[in-house]
């Protein structure tokens, strides 16, 4: 080998056990069929151009250049403002709250400035797939717990026989991605006085806070101060306002978690896109968009659900999300991974399979459709389902 020989040095990969996630298979195989895709789980709808037009005018202000590390103050206090009317817990806005590039990377950092090498982390599953490599990223051990297979719901039995002197943090999401479930607060409770003599740390993902269906309420980590207290509760613009490719969300948690959180962020990705900081700020100051949304999407849930009762697909409940798992054991004794590579080639329609969200592959007949679509996207779907 000489100086001109092309060599790629080999080293040991951070994260061995990680490929292709399957929402880029099954996103692919959508374009490539032609299948609807209800599998990512985005909006194929437009947000409301007023928020574009916020957008475009804090560029022409001039605001273009980098803002706060921490994120622009008026947003900061707009989300200040929101988490205090609806949760009750008033979080400072200078110390306490942090705008972040999209949940992910907020869940990403909270795992990063408070694990490290020897600490267990409990994730719930089936549970969102960054969570696992975060925590392996920083070196920490990740200890499994499922939630009760069929209702989803928390089983504090085992989450408190995984809880060890080692348990720095535990992650919940509600309302909860794949499953459409949402805690209560006899949980959130319950789940307070379990972590009460411990000192775990609490990452509550909160980013489908906005969609919880039938009446019932979100209950935040917020709004309980056993947890709020030792909480880091992230939530999404990109959500809320059905922009996800703007990554643009936030984190709320106490002063001392919030100095540790920023100390990872301003080297992670130090900030935010300016003007759309701006333009969400502006948008904060009217909440009806976000009050709004729980109709909004029980509109759309209601209408695929009474399109799919018209299937042999057996919905599930969904209690908040924009997600509705089926069963689909009428149809086809296929694992789920096989049984959503069918749908998407033979019937058009793009599907997740529920066991992706398990490490073990753990199998359920359960497939996860998105229905944060047009109604047109949905009837096309429905129709092509009706097939089965």
Not at 29 to 57: E, I, R
Not at 79 to 90: H, P
Not at 195 to 202: N, S, V
Not at 242 to 258: D, E, I, R, S
Request: net charge neutral.
């Amino acid at each position: 080998m000489n100086a001109h020989t092309e060599y790629t040095p080999a080293f040991s990969s951070r994260l061995p056990r990680v490929g292709t996630t399957i929402f880029t298979v099954m996103s692919a195989l959508a374009s490539a069929t032609g299948a609807v895709n209800l599998g990512q789980g985005f909006p194929d709808f437009d947000c409301d151009p007023a928020l574009l037009d916020h957008v475009n005018n804090a560029m022409r202000e001039g605001l273009n250049q980098y803002p706060p590390m921490t994120g622009v103050p008026l947003l900061r206090e707009r989300v200040a403002d929101k988490l205090a009317a609806l949760y009750g817990r008033r979080y400072d806005a200078g110390g306490e709250i942090t705008i972040t590039a999209g949940a992910t990377q907020a869940i990403l950092t909270a795992v990063l400035c408070c694990v490290s090498p020897g600490d267990e982390v409990i994730v719930l599953e089936p549970c969102y797939d960054s969570y696992a490599p975060n925590v392996e990223l920083a070196g920490g051990t990740v200890v499994r717990v499922p939630l009760t297979p069929g209702s989803f719901r928390p089983d504090f039995a085992r989450i408190a026989a995984a809880l060890t002197p080692r348990t720095r943090l535990l992650i919940i999401n509600s309302p909860h991605n794949p499953s459409a479930t949402v805690w209560t607060r006899a949980e959130m409770l319950q789940l307070a006085e379990l972590l009460a003599p411990t000192q775990t740390l609490l990452l509550s993902d909160e980013v489908y806070e906005h969609m919880v269906f039938d009446g019932a309420p979100h209950i935040s980590a917020a709004s309980i101060p056993a947890l709020a207290s030792r909480a880091f509760v992230v939530s999404s613009f990109g959500k809320t306002y059905h922009v996800t490719g703007w990554k643009v969300g936030y984190v709320a948690a106490p002063a001392a978690l919030t100095a540790e959180f920023r100390k990872v962020h301003q080297f992670n990705v130090f900030t935010v896109n300016t003007p759309v900081q701006h333009a969400l700020a502006r948008h904060l100051a009217d909440p009806a968009p976000y009050l709004d949304l729980p109709a909004f999407y029980q509109r759309k849930r209601d209408l695929f659900l009474d399109g799919l009762r018209r299937t042999r697909l057996k919905p599930l409940q969904t209690q908040g999300s924009y997600f509705q798992l089926v069963d689909y054991s009428a149809v086809s004794d296929l694992p789920e991974g096989e049984f959503c590579l069918w749908l998407t080639r033979e019937i058009g329609v793009a599907a997740i399979p529920v066991a992706a969200f398990y490490d073990s592959g753990y199998e359920q007949g359960l497939a996860r459709l998105c229905f944060a679509k047009q109604d047109g996207t949905l009837l096309r779907a429905l129709d092509r389902l009706q097939r089965l």
